[in-house]
């Protein structure tokens, strides 16, 4: 939920926990002998963030009402207060961008081993963060990044063909 809903100020950037509990998701993978692939997106973060919880929940009497909602649904962690974003989704829609990462082999971690899935879950991080940074940098030499120009592009053909994109 912290990477769907971050505050602006996060834009494309990883929000995964620290410390204790941290590699959580790569213990289970190992233990259910898991492929991990990370794939890295861009796009989804260029949509209008009206309000982030911590805004809506410093609203009189909005944010009562929502606190108590919050805390009357599971959550994703102890101590953790989930309540999404309001948002607004601008037309032209941003174009998605997204590059699959080096998979990860699950099985052959020890899931009790600490050092070995804390040292997983750092790779996947860090494979993720390299590809998040590539793929920004490469958006900005798409020529059909533009809305206008894509949709000419595409309506010439009749449709029959996407605009591409930067080259790989």
């Not at 009357?72 to 997204?98: C, D, K, M, N, W």
């Not at 009790?112 to 390299?130: C, F, H, I, N």
């Amino acid at each position: 939920m912290r990477e769907a809903f971050k505050p602006r100020e996060g834009l494309y950037q990883l929000s995964w926990p620290e410390g204790e509990g941290e590699a959580d998701f790569m213990r289970l993978a190992a233990k259910t002998n898991a492929i991990v692939v990370p794939v890295a997106a861009v796009g989804a973060d260029d949509v209008v963030h009206l309000a982030n919880a911590d805004e809506l929940l410093a609203l009189p009497w909005v944010g009562d009402s929502l606190r108590a909602f919050a805390n009357s649904v599971p959550q994703g962690r102890p101590g953790e207060l989930f309540v999404p974003p309001i948002t607004f989704q601008p037309l032209p829609l941003p174009r998605a961008y997204f590059c699959f990462g080096r998979p990860l082999d699950a099985s052959k971690i020890d899931a009790k081993d600490v050092a070995a899935t804390s040292g997983a879950y750092a790779a996947v991080k860090r494979e993720l963060e390299l590809n998040l940074r590539w793929l920004l940098e490469r958006r900005d030499s798409d020529p059909y990044r533009g809305f206008a120009k894509r949709i000419a592009y595409e309506a010439a053909s009749n449709w029959e063909r996407q605009a591409p994109t930067f080259r790989i």
